[in-house]
């Protein structure tokens, strides 16, 4: 089992920037990527970024791109989510989770989930 925790949400003004932290405690042998999911009041959960463990590849949602980036630092089993140019439609709560197999967009795919973490974003 992996244990995810979310850091860094809060409440931020239109325009401004928030950096999203997630650790993964313990080991992160056998995750293949970990990924940022966000879910709004009344929609679905999706997807927002991810990354490749190994050979940090990255993939952004096209709503977020030139925005947000996603990044990891191994050592201390930590992936980030810095949030630039923050609009009020990305207000949400905000998932780290990891998938054993593959760097995937579908939130149905990832094994392991942190409890979230709240973005607010006022106009």
């Known amino acids: 089992q992996v244990h995810m925790v979310e850091s860094g949400g809060g409440l931020v003004q239109a325009g401004g920037s928030l950096r999203l932290s997630c650790e993964a405690p313990g080991r992160t042998f056998g995750i293949y990527a970990m990924g940022w999911f966000r879910q709004a009041p009344g929609k679905e959960r999706e997807f927002v970024a991810g990354?490749?463990?190994?050979?940090?590849?990255?993939y952004h949602a096209d709503s977020v791109k030139g925005r947000f980036t996603i990044s990891r630092d191994n050592a201390k089993n930590t992936v980030n989510l810095q949030m630039n140019s923050l609009k009020p439609e990305d207000t949400a709560v905000y998932y780290c989770?990891?998938?054993?197999?593959?760097?995937?967009?579908?939130?149905?795919?990832?094994?392991?989930w942190g409890q979230g973490t709240q973005v607010t974003v006022s106009s």
């Open positions: 990354i490749s463990w190994i050979g940090a590849r990255t």
């Open positions: 989770a990891a998938d054993r197999t593959v760097l995937s967009t579908r939130w149905w795919e990832y094994d392991y």
